[in-house]
């Protein structure tokens, strides 16, 4: 991507303290969020995340580790602070509002930025504990974006995606799930997802996480910094995360019904999408059959 040129954001924060209780008690403490959120299948999808980061699960309820602890971790907005990926990143979130400013300005209202917050292996949400085994997540409690930035390297060593473009597409979707909250897409689908089962739950979840890939697409047509070969890096980011995919290397027979993020061929195929179109409005993932 050709981001020497852009605008770095001034929306972001960096937390200092590396909370307690590792990796297993962090999200154990993240567990009650996500099983409110997300189902069974997502406390599941978490669980296979763990096992694949090399963390025992039984520590993530308390059992055979150390009890977790949480610290306050302060947060600065100080540019020397930052570190070389931080500084690309805060130019990808730059690019975000730049693109999102004019869509809702076509539209007749306003973006409010989303703030980006940096921590190290361990900090706090407004929906719980962050942790890098997580990788990046949107918290719609105080619309922030929360980022290890070294789930970047995870996601080129493990997970087989390298490239600037596709660190980039990752911020990108979670910035999309802010739109989505701005939208009030967020707040609706909650509603539905309590009052319905867990597996329409889920699948009701695959649909606002493929919303997202498809807004990322937008992002990426609209911001006019794309390069050869991103298209491609791009692409093989979102195979590599697609829940059938994430199962499969834990070494897991996929389960359709636990799936909270969309398949692979869902992530790719949604992401295209948006890429094709520069349209959010050709983003209605609720809408579409299969």
């Known amino acids: 991507m050709r981001l020497d040129g852009e605008q770095e954001s001034g929306n972001f924060e960096v937390q200092d303290g590396r909370g307690g209780g ?25 669980l296979i995340i763990a096992a694949v980061m090399g963390i025992n699960p039984l520590s993530m309820f308390g059992i055979g580790g150390p009890s977790p602890t949480q610290q306050s971790a302060p947060a600065g907005r100080d540019p020397k602070q930052l570190t070389e990926i931080q500084h690309w990143s805060l130019k990808v ?14 539209q007749g209202r306003q973006y409010e930025p989303t703030i980006l917050s940096f921590y190290n292996q361990s900090g706090t949400s407004g929906c719980g504990a962050a942790q890098s085994a997580m990788g990046p ?10 980022l290890d930035t070294d789930f970047f ?6 997970f087989g995606a390298p490239g600037d473009f596709a660190q980039a597409y990752v911020i990108a979707h979670e910035v999309g799930h802010h739109v989505q909250d701005l939208e009030g897409t967020l707040g609706e689908v909650n509603k539905r997802q309590r009052a319905v089962s867990e597996q329409e739950g889920n699948a009701l979840q ?12 937008v ?13 491609e890096e791009g692409m093989a980011a979102a195979q590599a995360i697609g829940d059938d995919t994430l199962q ?21 195929e949604w992401l295209r999408q948006g890429l094709a179109a520069g349209d959010p409005a050709q ?3 609720f809408a579409a059959a299969g």
């Open 22 to 46: 590792g990796f297993g008690g962090g999200l154990g403490m993240l567990l009650p969020f996500v099983g409110s959120r997300f189902g069974c299948g997502g406390i599941f999808i978490v």
């Open 93 to 106: 979130l730059g690019s975000t509002e730049r693109v999102w400013g004019q869509v809702f300005k076509e």
């Open 137 to 146: 997540f949107y918290c719609p409690t105080d619309k922030k974006v929360y």
């Open 153 to 158: 390297t995870e996601l080129r060593q493990r």
């Open 206 to 217: 695959v649909r606002i996480e493929l919303q997202a890939d498809c807004y990322a697409g």
């Open 219 to 231: 992002w990426a047509k609209r911001t006019g910094l794309m390069e050869q070969g991103d298209l």
């Open 248 to 268: 499969q290397s834990a070494g897991r027979r996929p389960v359709p019904e636990s799936f909270t993020h969309g398949t692979s061929a869902q992530r790719m």
């Open 283 to 285: 983003c209605d993932t």
